[in-house]
């Protein structure tokens, strides 16, 4: 049983930046495929990044592609999401996923373990 805890949440102004962490408790950490969701108010979980076992391969959503960076670092199991000119669209609760290959990477039937979540709220 992988367990996963964000971190890094909180309140910023439109245009800056959060840097999101996601530690988990698995040394078999860097087999899985690890992946950013996010839930806004009223709205669907929807796919924000993924990244391979290796970091070589990356995938991200198209709102927050060249804004957004995901990043793992295997020594430590840690799984980051750096996010930088952050819009008020942005505000919604953020999930890191860990799982397989069996989907594509923004499908959430791919994720096996989910974190509970950091929310982030960006203001205008």
């Known amino acids: 049983q992988v367990q996963l805890v964000e971190s890094g949440g909180g309140l910023v102004q439109a245009g800056g930046s959060l840097r999101l962490s996601c530690e988990a408790s698995e040394r078999t950490f860097s087999t899985y495929a690890m992946a950013w969701f996010r839930r806004a108010p009223g709205k669907e979980r929807e796919f924000v990044a993924s990244i391979n076992f290796s970091g070589a391969i990356t995938n991200y959503a198209d709102s927050v592609k060249g804004r957004f960076t995901i990043s793992r670092d295997n020594d430590k199991n840690t799984s980051d999401l750096q996010m930088n000119g952050l819009k008020p669209e942005d505000t919604a609760d953020y999930y890191c996923?860990?799982?397989?290959?069996?989907?594509?990477?923004?499908?959430?039937?791919?994720?096996?373990?989910w974190g509970q979540g950091t929310q982030v709220t960006v203001s205008s």
């Open positions: 996923a860990a799982g397989g290959y069996t989907t594509p990477p923004s499908d959430p039937q791919r994720y096996r373990y």
